[in-house]
């Protein structure tokens, strides 16, 4: 089965779409849709990558929640840092944070950690992955920055991964 449908999921998404964006269930769009449906994940299979280790599922679930959290906490604060910004402007630094992780799954998921929470920006991974480079919109204390990235978003990463 999986061999003719490596992503069934997949398919069934790409059938609908097809069909939403079409607006018609005349036949020969279902059959268009049913075709691409099952081309298009055959043909990209090769191309998604193997699925990633997924280890402590309870540190993952807490992370989650940490994760929404910091983005509801963050968003108001930037919301406040951008409302207050005449009186008192923010403080914008680049911050060079040294890493542990090396796992390219824990390293993609902390990449997307970072683009969720407002007012940080990954924008640089050094070559050899130990350090990266943050903008951060609003930074008090750069040592203390570090420390609760590192042990809000880093440390879990690694037990779930590594």
């Given amino acids: ?34 075709l691409v449906g099952w081309l298009m994940p055959l043909v990209t299979a090769p191309l998604r990558p193997r699925a990633g280790p997924l280890r402590r599922p309870r540190v993952l679930a807490r992370l989650v929640l940490v994760v929404a959290r910091d983005v509801i906490v963050s968003a108001l604060q930037v919301a ?6 005449r009186r008192n402007p923010p403080r914008a630094y680049f911050v060079v944070i040294p ?6 799954f ?8 970072t683009t969720i929470v407002p007012g940080t920006v990954w924008t640089e991974l050094a070559p050899d992955r130990t350090t990266l480079l943050l903008h951060v919109f609003d930074l008090q204390a750069e040592e203390d920055f570090i420390r609760h990235y590192k042990a809000r978003y880093e440390h879990p990463l690694k037990e779930i991964f590594e």
């Fill in 1 to 34: 089965m999986r061999r003719w449908f490596p992503a069934p999921v997949l398919s069934l998404a790409l059938f609908a779409m097809w069909l939403l964006l079409n607006g018609s269930l005349a036949p020969g769009q279902l059959l268009l849709a049913a």
């Fill in 80 to 85: 406040r840092g951008v409302l207050k910004a």
């Fill in 99 to 104: 890493l542990e992780l090396r796992d390219p």
């Fill in 106 to 113: 824990a390293l993609a998921a902390l990449a997307v950690i």
